[in-house]
């Protein structure tokens, strides 16, 4: 017994680092559902957002970065036109505070695993954790 | 490794060789210069070729009296923003380019003996010789500065009359002036404070430096964004294309997605001083044929009030398709049907799904009179290079600007890869 528990964080932390993330399909399937209600008309069917208006969602630093910095851009919107591989995008993102924790969590974990992206599920507890950190 | 390694070095002395160029440009020709009408669809009896096909992000062009071309850049290239660029051995292709201004922007115009180019706030002018070349590249005079750039719908349009008056769009820095901008069922900022000194056309002296605000007139108001702006010297009226408003199903109880992809009308409009073209408290819908009240403003989609006496548009086009640029045709080269007629380039939509995409075409609009006299059509199609556009990305050229030729050829700007587009009639 002893033996498995010790084994069990060295799973996790390996899954993690070979980054072979797997997302239930339900909460796939539920970010999906986010996705095309809220933000598929700016990012697009493709993720590809639109050149100079609305940043794409693939592979950007933003979506495979930092959980934290991620929800809070869904919880206060994005006005900061920075450059994002080179390119600036001109269009606000309005907050999106009013969707759940778990819709949140959902859709994050959608177009992180969305796109090409492939990056560890946020959960509606994180959603929580920085909502709550969050003015 | 390697290959990147001597990219550099090959520019380097591409630039040692070609005394000529401030900068050299591959004109590559792997996508479009060779391929039959540059990939375009036309009428019967038009040709089309590519003149270039990476200059950069270009946005309005115009043509000069020897057929040279400005093209005003909306990404530095080099650290310049407009390039003059020439076809010196008439093989129907650019192998001269010089480049000035180190500013991004979208507007550019010559006018009785002067280039007149805009950054995203400022606009400057710049003397031309007898040949519309440059006498000074480097020392524009500045004739306006300070106007609003709120990011979003920051291009600064220009066109001149024949009075002396520059005519300059100020678009608006948002969407619908809601509390928050773009928010779901956000509510219209009332009345909308920005159209002081934004959304709407001001009018100032040509020749006057230094101007601000307080030293033009507001021409017209209620015009979320306009690109194309042209003067139709037939009757010498003003007429403008606007970027009509996106994202009605912000307000999910009135209208779906699929409603907000097709109603609200991108929108002609001929201009009066004074005249209010609505925006943001009413929009026109293309399926009722008139302006309603935005949602913003507790509009239902079928509401009409503070929509009347609204200017009305002379012309309707598909919602969402962009219209980045409007030109009168003068020229002798094409068919009389389109003598004082107007070209339209639509940059293509991204607000459409789940539509497709719509626009990333040339549209024509018969006049007679300084009216339409016929409904609009495609002109010239297949920009983007795949029959349907889900997603804009997928659009590999987008038209942006539009320029007469001295021989009456139309040019066409794109500002996805930089390709220039000549457009000829054969009368065979």
Known sequence: MKKIILFLPVCLVTFTAFDSVTVDKATMERGKRVYTQYCLACHQIDGGGVPGLNPPLEKTPHVLGSKTKLIQIILKGMNTHEEIDGEIYNNTMAPHNHLTDQQIADVLTYIRNSFGNKAVPITPGDVKYVRARTK | ?428
């Open chain 2, 1 to 428: 490794m390697r290959k990147y390694f001597f990219t550099p070095l090959l520019l380097i002395s591409a630039i040692l060789i070609n005394p000529k160029s401030d900068f050299s440009f591959e004109l590559k020709g792997k996508t479009n210069l060779h391929v039959e009408n540059a990939g375009l669809k036309l009428p019967a009896g038009f040709s089309a070729s590519a003149l270039a096909d990476s200059v950069g992000r270009a946005r309005h062009i115009v043509v000069t009296k020897k057929g040279a071309l400005y093209i005003k850049l909306s990404k530095l290239v080099n650290g310049k923003g407009i390039l003059y660029a020439k076809d010196t051995d008439a093989d129907g292709k650019i192998d001269e380019i010089k480049s000035f201004g180190n500013y991004i922007g979208t507007g550019i115009t010559i006018k009785d003996g002067y280039l007149y180019a805009s950054s995203n706030d400022e606009v400057f002018r710049y003397a031309l010789d007898e040949n519309e070349e440059l006498i000074k590249p480097d020392a524009p005079e500045k004739i306006i500065s300070g106007l609003i750039n709120g990011r979003q719908h920051n291009t600064k349009s220009l066109v001149l009359d024949d009075k002396g008056n520059i005519y300059v769009n100020v678009g608006s820095p948002s969407n619908s002036c809601q509390e928050i901008d773009r928010g779901v069922g956000s509510n219209g900022k009332d009345p909308c404070p920005i159209l002081d000194s934004a959304g709407g056309i001001w009018q100032f002296s040509a020749d006057k430096l230094n101007q601000s605000y307080k030293d033009g007139v507001r021409y017209a108001t209620g015009l979320r964004n306009v690109m194309g702006l042209d003067w139709n010297y037939q009757i010498n009226e003003l007429f403008v294309i606007q970027h009509g408003r996106d994202q009605l199903d912000m307000f999910p109880e009135h209208f779906t997605a699929q409603q907000n992809a097709v109603i609200p009308a991108e929108e002609m409009f001929m201009i009066k001083k004074g005249v209010n073209c609505g925006w943001p408290y009413c929009y026109f819908d293309v399926q009722q044929n008139k302006k309603v009240l935005a949602p913003e403003y507790g509009g239902d989609g079928k509401k009409t009030t503070r929509c009347e006496g609204v200017e009305q548009p002379v012309v309707a086009f598909p919602a969402h398709a962009a219209p980045n640029a409007l030109l009168f045709y003068t020229g002798n080269m094409f068919p009389g049907k389109y003598k004082n007629g107007a070209f339209v380039a639509f940059h293509g939509s991204w607000n459409r799904s789940p539509e497709k995409q719509e626009g990333f075409y040339v549209a024509f609009v018969p006049f007679k009179g300084g009216k339409p006299s016929g409904p609009w059509e495609i002109f010239a199609d297949g920009f983007a290079g795949v029959e349907t556009v889900m997603s804009p990305k997928q659009a590999m050229h987008r038209p942006c600007g539009l320029a007469q030729g001295p021989d009456g050829a139309l040019y066409v700007s794109d500002d996805v890869k930089g390709t220039i587009y000549k457009i000829v009639y054969k009368n065979n």
